[in-house]
């Protein structure tokens, strides 16, 4: 007596995961159109108009940040986090204590934007490096690169998860109540409002002491770690700038300009030799634990070549510095 066979059971495959959907500024209370604060405005509306521009920055650029495809959108993100938070280093006391709270939270999500960006940075660094290196060599140099782009998937991992997380969408919260003016904004319109246009172009002051301390504290041979300071300090005069220049008048925001440029061009500069001390030092540590020699040799290779850029950013960084100097002398 035979039976006829059951049909095949499918295999049980798990839901997909729902989908993000990235807000938009509305859906957290902010208006359709972005604010543009006057120059005769308190610095409160001015603080508040970058907040929310940087806020959006952050909104367009998430769907880019989290598929992964262009380094690009990521940069743009993680460039936006670090404006926002130096805003509310500088600014963040008109703004109450929530201002303290995001600026810890921004410092949180930096670091896992900046994981990704770092391995962005020396992936692209590492191609164009081998790029022109003999053909017995390539095999090699694929493999080499190979190991880091195993190890930004997992950080891109990581950081997935951080942009789908509860912490991630309160912090966006937190930020677009900064940014929202409230009712009545504090002088807005009159003339003490118009009067206090001054301090936030002095406040380019207290970052520019920073970098001129930090500048007078090397010695003819700076560490690596020192240049690296110099950088953040250059960085931050540069935010401040940027800032201020939306409240200045016709005269003080043409200086602006000028410092923004020249704190760019040496923000560049010592981003540069950054890149080729973090770059020589992954190529060392690579050649230590490697044991394929092929790969090792291109290592060896490569943190010669860093060695070079390294110290070709040293012989540039000092005249940049002082371009900097003479752009916020004329200003202040």
Do not use: C
């Not at 929530?98 to 999500?109: G, H, Q």
């Not at 692209?124 to 095999?139: I, N, W």
């Amino acid at each position: 007596m035979s039976t006829a066979s059951s049909p095949p059971v499918p295999p049980v495959r798990p839901a997909p995961a729902a989908r993000r959907v990235t807000p938009v500024p509305e859906d957290l209370g902010l208006p359709a159109t972005p604010p543009v604060a006057a120059p005769e405005d308190p610095p409160t509306t001015h603080v508040r108009a970058r907040i929310d521009a940087l806020l959006r920055t952050i909104l367009a650029h998430e769907p880019g940040t989290r598929a992964g495809t262009d380094p690009e959108e990521l940069h743009q993100f993680r460039v936006a986090t670090r404006r926002l938070r130096s805003v509310l280093k500088q600014s963040g006391a008109q703004l109450g204590p929530t201002a303290v709270t995001v600026r810890s939270e921004l410092s949180w999500l930096g670091g896992a934007l900046g994981e990704v960006r770092d391995h962005d940075v020396l992936i692209e660094a590492l191609r164009a490096t081998v790029a022109d290196f003999e053909d017995e060599d390539q095999q090699a140099a694929r493999a080499l690169v190979a190991v880091f782009i195993a190890e930004r998937g997992k950080a891109k991992r990581r950081l997935n998860r951080s942009l789908t997380g509860r912490r991630y969408d309160s912090l966006l919260q937190s930020i677009a109540q900064l940014a929202r003016t409230p009712d009545i904004e504090p002088d807005a319109g009159t003339v003490a409002g118009r009067e206090e246009r001054a301090p936030l172009v002095d406040s380019v002051r207290k970052p520019y002491r920073k970098l001129g301390k930090a500048v007078a504290k090397l010695g003819p041979n700076p560490s690596d770690e020192q240049l690296h300071k110099v950088r953040i300090r250059g960085k931050r005069l540069r935010y401040a700038a940027e800032l201020a220049r939306s409240a200045a008048r016709k005269k003080d925001a043409k200086r602006l300009k000028a410092v923004v440029r020249s704190a760019k061009s040496l923000q560049s500069v010592l981003g540069d030799h950054q890149d080729a001390v973090v770059a020589a030092d992954r190529m060392r540590e690579l050649s230590r634990t490697q044991g394929d020699a092929a790969i090792g040799f291109i290592a060896g290779r490569i943190a010669e070549r860093e060695q070079v850029r390294r110290n070709r950013a040293r012989a540039a960084w000092p005249s940049a510095a002082k371009r900097v100097d003479g752009a916020v002398k004329k200003l202040l």
